[in-house]
């Protein structure tokens, strides 16, 4: 099956500070999301990004498909920016999570 | 307002108990999904139920597993005989060819 890798595993940023997350994956696919899961367990969709830029607030992400990767970029984090980011890509009408990217902001 | 509404949002069952995890999408769709994630680990694709019927499933959902769409509305998932390792939180979605949308999940405890 395909193959969704993603770095770093673990962040630790200071509140203010950005960070980009990185999503690679080993087939092409049909589309490919980005959650974050709160610490009450539920995931968050952020953005649905099968290819180029999109922006929603402090977050955006970019997809080049041809290449095979996504990016997450978290700006002027906060503290409610905490916990696990989450890529998954779509082939066949079903998704496949990569481990996730656990995110803590200090204050 | 969620996309999805699951129930219970935390159940606790005896090894060997059947448990009914269930999924009341807002609106009307044909593809509709289950994934588990145990603590700490990525979430996992267990089944697709498209139209009525199983469209695909993981090696995760074995004999032990069941879907059904029983009134037209609901989404179950029926674990016939709970084991420890089926302690996970189970998400219902819902989707198809675009974006998928996740319930809030629900927490089986198996002791």
């Known amino acids: 099956g395909i193959q969704v890798e993603q770095s770093p595993p673990d962040l630790i940023l200071q509140e203010g500070a950005n960070s980009t997350l990185r999503c690679n994956f080993s087939?092409?696919?049909?589309?490919l999301q980005w959650f974050h899961q709160n610490p009450w367990g539920q995931l968050i969709n952020l953005f649905y990004i099968p290819s180029g830029t999109k922006q929603n607030g402090r977050l955006s992400a970019t997809t080049v498909a041809t290449e095979r990767y996504s990016l997450l970029y978290i700006s002027s984090s906060q503290t409610t920016d905490s916990g696990v980011y989450f890529c998954a890509v779509e082939l066949d009408y079903k998704l496949s999570f990569g481990a996730g990217t656990t995110v803590t902001v200090r204050a | 307002e969620p996309e999805v509404t699951q129930t219970p949002s935390h159940q606790v069952t005896q090894m060997g108990q059947e448990v009914i995890l269930r999924c009341v999408p807002i609106?009307?769709?044909?593809?509709f999904y289950w994934y588990r994630q145990i603590l700490g680990q990525k979430v996992e694709f267990l089944v697709s139920?498209?139209?009525?019927?199983?469209?695909?499933k993981s090696e995760i959902f074995d004999d032990q597993f069941s879907v059904e769409r029983p009134d037209g509305s609901n989404f179950t998932l029926k674990i016939r005989s709970t084991k420890l390792e089926d302690s996970a939180m189970y998400f219902c979605?819902?989707?198809?060819?675009?974006?998928?949308?996740f319930g809030e999940g629900s927490r089986l405890t198996v002791l």
């Open positions: 139920f498209y139209n009525n019927e199983i469209s695909e």
């Open positions: 087939d092409s696919v049909n589309n």
């Open positions: 979605a819902r989707g198809g060819a675009g974006e998928l949308f």
């Open positions: 609106s009307n769709h044909l593809y």
